[in-house]
C-alpha cells in the first residue's frame, strides 16, 4: 500500500518532526508518531523513557493520549518515523491501542525516506475488540 496523499506526506513530516523531540536517554533510539484526526487535524508524540523502563512510554501511545486530551476521539492514520532500516513497526501494545481507536492506515518511515505502508489488520491479525466503541465517551 503506497503513500497516497498530502494527508500521508504530512503525517510523516510531523512524525520525523517529534522524533527530534524524544527523550531517550537510556535506549537512544528515538520515535516520533502522527495521527490524523477525522477532524482532520494531526496530532504528534514521542517516546519519552524513564529509568524505570515499565513507566516509559512509546510515541504512538504519547500521541494518542495528547489528541484525547484535546478532545479528538476518531483517528483514520497514524505514521511512526525511526532511524531503523527497514522502517520500524509499533510494538504490540501499540498495535492494540492503535486499533482500538480505529486506526486503519499505518505509515512507518525513517530518516533516509523509506515509507512502508500497512493496515491495522495486517499489523495485528485478531485483535481484540471491545464490545463498545471508545468514542463514546463512556
Known sequence: MPVSDAHDSELLRVARDYRERAWAPISNYRVGAALL???GKVYGGCNVEH???GLSCCAERVAIQSAIAEGARGFSAVAVVTVSSPPAAPCGSCRQ???TWGIE???MGNLDGEVEVMTMA???PRAFNLKAPLSSGA
Open 122 to 124: 495486517e499489523l495485528l
Open 37 to 39: 484526526g477525522d477532524d
Open 51 to 53: 529509568i524505570i523502563l
Open 97 to 99: 491501542m492503535l486499533h
Open 105 to 107: 492506515r499505518v505509515l
